[in-house]
């Protein structure tokens, strides 16, 4: 099976966990009614982005509320449904973490966001994901009946070694739930998917939250996806959005055949390797 319908969720998060869940419920059955293989839910879905609200909000795995839903939804549906990000409690800490959950409800792979966001712009954004969350270290390449995906969250799109060995695993499609903010997004967001995208011959794929203007972070939007070739074939605005995409992952191997990128690469001289 090539061709994959993969809806984008790009819903407006608020200051109460059971109205973003519930937003999620909404958007995932209208995703499920039009017959949406894949459903891709935004970075911190159920929890406004900031640092006191992942202490606040915080859900350990085995307890969670945010992802006995998702998991019961994707049951229900036989659909493959990323959940975007929730602020994940282990012990003493906190991970951004995403859930890949399989057509029979259960988590398939696991991404805890490896690249924390610690940046200070100049007249633009600061913030320190270092102050509440702890960084991942594993890489999140999964088996899907389409193939093998892989994962990243948001700032982890900045590295393309994270991308290059997800692609050496044999992953199709890169995912990354992310929320880019109004200094950043604007120049960077669609750059780096096309990027990642054109430097791999894979499908990128990012999935915001709406910009909501009465949070203290205001995210970009711009849910997006990017084919092999590092074209832009959608690309939302910045208001809460449902768009459902088909994409045909017999353009990977076309593009490669065309422009041999991988192939041609200089193994011999230098390569990138896991630790």
């Not at 869940?21 to 499920?32: D, P």
């Not at 739930?177 to 200094?183: L, S």
């Not at 960077?188 to 794929?205: G, P, T």
Request: hydrophobic share 40%; glycine share 6%; net charge negative.
């Amino acid at each position: 099976m090539s061709k994959i319908k993969i809806a984008l969720c790009q819903m407006n998060v608020v200051d109460n966990k059971q109205e973003n869940i519930k937003k999620a419920i909404s958007m995932i059955n209208e995703a499920a009614n039009q017959n949406s293989n894949f459903i891709v839910l935004p970075e911190m879905f159920n929890c406004p982005y900031s640092n006191d609200k992942f202490i606040e909000y915080a859900e350990e795995e085995n307890l969670s509320i945010t992802l006995d839903n998702i998991s019961k939804l994707a049951k229900k549906h036989e659909t493959y449904i990323l959940a975007g990000s929730i602020p994940e409690k282990e012990d003493s800490k906190i991970y951004n973490t995403s859930y890949l959950f399989g057509k029979d409800g259960e988590i398939i792979t696991k991404h805890r966001k490896m690249h924390l966001f610690d940046v200070d712009v100049k007249d633009g954004i600061y913030f320190k994901e270092s102050d509440t969350l702890t960084p991942g270290n594993q890489f999140s390449v999964a088996d899907t009946d389409f193939g093998k995906i892989a994962v990243g969250i948001c700032y982890d799109v900045r590295f393309p070694q994270l991308a290059q060995i997800n692609v050496s695993k044999g992953a199709k499609i890169l995912f990354y739930p992310g929320a880019f903010n109004m200094t950043t997004g604007p120049l960077h967001w669609e750059l780096l998917f096309r990027a990642r995208a054109l430097d791999n011959q894979v499908f990128c794929i990012g999935v915001a939250p709406a910009l909501n203007e009465n949070a203290s972070y205001h995210s970009y939007g711009h849910s997006i996806v990017v084919n092999p070739w590092g074209e832009v074939i959608c690309q939302l605005g910045q208001k809460e959005e449902l768009k459902v995409v088909e994409i045909d992952l017999d353009e990977i191997k076309k593009v490669r055949e065309e422009i041999p990128v991988l192939k041609n690469k200089r193994n011999d001289l230098y390569e990138i390797v896991e630790k």
